[in-house]
């Protein structure tokens, strides 16, 4: 069993959708959970970051953690064709390396 | 703020021969800089992590004598691939620490397309 699992894709929904994405994972140690998004070829962008279970927004960008549940959820709300990208959540276990797992990526295209 | 860059951004070389990768944090000093390997719809495979003026810790699999890494300063460091193959063709990206934020954040590079013929 992999320690972050994320569904692939591809996930296609019409402008203006919301859009869920989601990972899950098995580590209990992860205590520090990131989105990032990357663009064909380049390198990735973070998006949203969180240390603890609930819920943050930025804009129309909202990141959840439920650690008890072990998954966290990226949530886009009216969805762009810019918003067309491969979206990766990431964990760390705050510890001395720094050292993040990434999930696959999945990736999204919005249909204008 | 918090810019990381890569040079060059897409290199082919012939098999055999090796190619440098620079990792550059334009902004800030990383104390920490780590190297990832993405194949085609893939995602991003931790090769190794390195601290200023220490050696790199390698990944399992991976063959520091074939990757080699030389974190020399506090804002750059390099990948070498040793002997190029074919299945070394791959798209690498650093990222990096910026140690007076004291957190957890990477910041990435664009990313090296690697092509060996």
């Known amino acids: 069993q992999k320690e972050v699992e994320q569904d692939p894709g591809p996930l296609s929904v019409p402008e203006g959708a919301i859009v869920s994405l989601n990972c899950t994972y098995s580590?209990?140690?992860?205590?520090?959970f990131m989105w990032y998004r990357q663009y064909s070829r380049k390198g990735p962008e973070l998006l949203m970051y969180?240390?603890?279970?609930g819920n943050k927004e930025d804009g129309r960008f909202t990141a959840q953690v439920d650690k008890s549940s072990k998954y966290i959820s990226l949530f886009i709300r009216d969805s762009q064709p810019s918003d067309s990208a491969t979206y990766l959540c990431a964990m760390n276990v705050i510890s001395g390396t720094y050292k993040y797992i990434f999930g696959t990526g999945t990736r999204l295209k919005v249909l204008a | 703020g918090a810019v990381v860059s890569q040079h060059p951004s897409w290199v082919i070389c012939k098999s055999g021969t090796s190619v440098k990768i620079e990792c550059r944090s334009l902004?800030?000093?990383?104390?920490?800089m780590f190297w990832y390997r993405q194949f085609p719809k893939q995602s991003l495979m931790l090769m190794a992590t390195?601290?200023?003026?220490?050696?790199?810790?390698?990944e399992q699999g991976v063959e520091k004598d074939k990757f080699l890494i030389n974190h020399a300063s506090l804002t750059l460091s390099t990948l070498t691939v040793t002997s190029a193959h074919p299945e070394d063709s791959s798209f690498y990206i650093c990222?990096?620490?910026?140690?007076?934020?004291?957190?957890?954040?990477?910041?990435f590079g664009p990313g090296t397309r690697l092509t060996v013929t």
């Open positions: 390195s601290n200023e003026g220490s050696k790199a810790t390698y």
């Open positions: 969180t240390y603890s279970s």
């Open positions: 580590n209990s140690a992860f205590q520090y």
């Open positions: 902004d800030f000093q990383a104390t920490t």
């Open positions: 990222s990096a620490r910026d140690r007076s934020r004291g957190t957890y954040e990477q910041y």
